[in-house]
């Protein structure tokens, strides 16, 4: 069956360190991936995207790579601020361009 | 402001009492889409469309429907609200980029069917 996972439904580091989190998909063949940033309460933001191609993409202290060999995909926050504590959605199409499906997210918590 | 509104923003109704979810976008973009959030389901996507009189369905389409009569404005229509579509509903639009779609989402609606 098709499956997205995400690491873990909870992640705790210390302010300045980098937080890695994993999204994992399992029977997908997706063009792209996305992330999103949600806080409590309020929908989705967009911030990143990466396509089949591209292994790497960075924007500011955020850096995303993309493995479809692993079916994996990292998202790095380097240098973490208490203000980056929200929770992290991946996000693939998964039929055609238009079709996405969403992992269920991990929840960052920046300890400062 | 560019923006995605919805209205209501909560609403309590009654099972099998017919409601709209109203979604509106004005940043002219083609593609709109419908998403609930449950607790540990994350985000499943209902409807989309890709343009006017386009619609297609997502992963949880039943006892769902959807119009795009106009650019603007996606509503979410529900015929029969039961109590499992409970839940908190998003509404997302996209400019087309090339064969990609950066979502921009509204500020949720939070429908309680008892």
């Known amino acids: 069956s098709q499956k997205i996972e995400q690491n873990s439904e909870a992640l705790n580091i210390q302010e300045g360190k980098t937080a890695t989190l994993t999204c994992n998909y399992t029977n997908y063949s997706p063009a792209y991936l996305q992330w999103y940033r949600q806080d409590p309460g309020r929908g989705p933001v967009f911030l990143l995207l990466i396509r089949e191609n591209e292994k790497e993409k960075r924007k500011e202290r955020l850096k995303v790579t993309f493995d479809t060999t692993l079916k994996q995909s990292l998202f790095h926050i380097t240098a973490s601020q208490p203000a980056d504590s929200a929770t992290y959605l991946c996000a693939l199409n998964s039929g055609g361009y238009q079709k996405v499906t969403f992992g269920t997210g991990t929840k960052l918590q920046v300890i400062p | 402001e560019a923006q995605v509104t919805q209205n209501p923003r909560y609403l309590i109704t009654v099972t099998g009492k017919k409601l709209t979810v109203t979604c509106s976008q004005n940043?002219?973009?083609?593609?709109m889409s419908w998403y609930r959030q449950d607790p540990g389901l994350g985000l499943r996507q209902i409807y989309y469309s890709m343009n006017v009189e386009v619609t297609d369905k997502g992963d949880v389409p039943e006892g769902y429907k959807v119009s795009r009569k106009e650019k603007r404005n996606f509503p979410l229509i529900l015929e029969s609200p039961s109590p499992n579509q409970t839940s908190l509903y998003f509404c997302?639009?996209?400019?087309?980029?090339?064969?990609?779609?950066?979502?921009?989402f509204g500020p949720g609606t939070r429908l309680t069917v008892t």
């Open positions: 997302a639009s996209s400019p087309r980029k090339g064969d990609w779609y950066e979502q921009y």
């Open positions: 940043m002219n973009h083609e593609y």
